[in-house]
Antibody
């Protein structure tokens, strides 16, 4: 079964940092682009960042550039999102998804709450 | 960026009936459009990609159509598991963007 499992979410103060992880199983992780998508409370879905199969290309939405870093470890079948200088508006459920065009599958998500 | 507008925001339908959901793009996205179903607390699920191709395991009563700027998701014979929020998503123009969602609720 193709599966993605996120971890690392939690409560963090504004200006703080958090590192999200996503473990992949059931498919050849190193053969796929991977993406982080988020959903703020009561809001719609929002693409955050993606990374090429070998990690050689990374793209970010404007409002996280310079603050978030996407990375992967193909030997560990894992995707990461390092989030620095967190703001209240970064509060959201963060989903790990496979793909760069359409996304399939999605993980269950991990909640990040930025609050003092 | 390409703004995706879904309508209606909420659609009330009785089980067994059909539903038609719309998604409009502010500029052409060719056929690079996907639809997802999302139930609160669960992982979103891919239903349709490339505007009209059903994802693995999606029943034939779910269909997608359209190209350019106008797209439609049609579900016939609604089952209880179909009541959720549906999102369209374009992956033709950078940055890729989602619609704000249509909530399909039981009438």
């Amino acid at each position: 079964e193709v599966q993605l499992v996120e971890s690392g979410g939690g409560l963090v103060q504004p200006g703080g940092s958090l590192r999200l992880s996503c473990g992949a199983s059931g498919f050849s992780f190193s053969n796929f682009w991977m993406t982080w998508v988020r959903q703020a409370p009561g809001k719609g879905l929002e693409w955050v960042a993606n990374i090429k199969e070998d990690g050689s290309q990374k793209d970010y939405v404007d409002f996280v550039k310079g603050r978030f870093t996407i990375s992967r470890d193909n030997a560990k079948n894992s995707l990461y999102l390092q989030m620095n200088s967190l703001r209240a508006e970064d509060t959201a459920v963060y989903y790990c998804v496979r793909g760069i065009g359409w996304f399939d599958p999605w993980g269950q998500g991990t909640l990040v709450t930025v609050s003092s | 960026e390409t703004v995706m507008t879904q309508s209606p925001a909420t659609l009330s339908v009785s089980p067994g009936e059909g539903a038609t959901l719309s998604c409009r793009a502010s500029q052409s996205v060719s056929s690079k459009l996907a639809w997802y179903l999302h139930k609160p607390g669960q992982a979103p699920r891919l239903l349709i990609y490339d505007a009209s191709t059903r994802a693995t395991g999606v029943p034939s009563r779910v269909s997608g159509s359209g190209s350019g700027t106008e797209f439609t998701l049609t579900i016939s014979g609604l089952h209880s598991e179909d009541f959720a929020i549906f999102y369209c998503h374009q992956y033709n123009n950078w940055p890729y963007t989602f619609g704000q969602g249509t909530k399909l609720e039981i009438k």
